[in-house]
């Protein structure tokens, strides 16, 4: 499948998941237009803008899941999203105000700006490893990890994780 002439959109492009959806993309011909927080940043962009193709096929846009409407010259012209933007952090003190809360509040952002858009016709939303990381049960090698694998509200909560897994059960 060629993405030749078609134009995608990948937020939280610097992220591990989304470095990879990006470079996909490229390989495969789509012209990508990446957000990031600090796009001046080389030392955080620099993996984006050495893939194959970036040079010809890869915009860089400064994004902040917080600010209302940030998103939307990156999603212009776009026909694909690809919502990948999330905070994590590993040492949270209030992990609805740190992690839930700008969660939803960013998804919703991106979202009402796609609706601004009706060339887009498709939006992939990820999820995160918190969603099926807390759950009980062992991960071996052996163990494919999916959707019958979703974290356990209650184990989080007993572990103070209570992370994402409430936005991406119930969002």
Request: net charge neutral; aromatic share 10%; with cysteine.
């Amino acid at each position: 499948m060629s993405g030749a002439g078609k134009v995608v959109a990948v937020t939280g492009a610097s992220g591990y998941i989304a470095s990879w959806i990006v470079k996909l993309l490229l390989q495969r011909g789509y012209t990508v237009k990446a957000s990031v927080r600090e796009p001046n940043e080389s030392r955080k962009t620099a993996h984006l803008t050495s893939l194959d193709g970036a040079k010809e096929r890869l915009q860089l846009f400064k994004a902040n899941l917080l600010e209302e409407g940030s998103f939307e010259s990156c999603l212009e012209g776009c026909e694909g999203v690809f919502h990948t933007a999330s905070p994590f952090y590993h040492d949270i003190k209030d992990p609805q105000a740190e992690l839930l809360d700008p969660a939803i509040k960013g998804t919703l952002n991106v979202l009402n700006s796609v609706a601004k858009f009706p060339s887009i016709k498709r939006v992939v939303l990820t999820s995160s490893i918190a969603a099926v990381a807390y759950n009980g049960k062992p991960r071996t090698p052996d163990v494919v990890v999916d959707e019958t694998w979703f974290s356990d509200p209650n184990l989080c909560k007993e572990s103070q994780v209570r992370m994402l897994v409430s936005f991406f059960m119930f969002f």
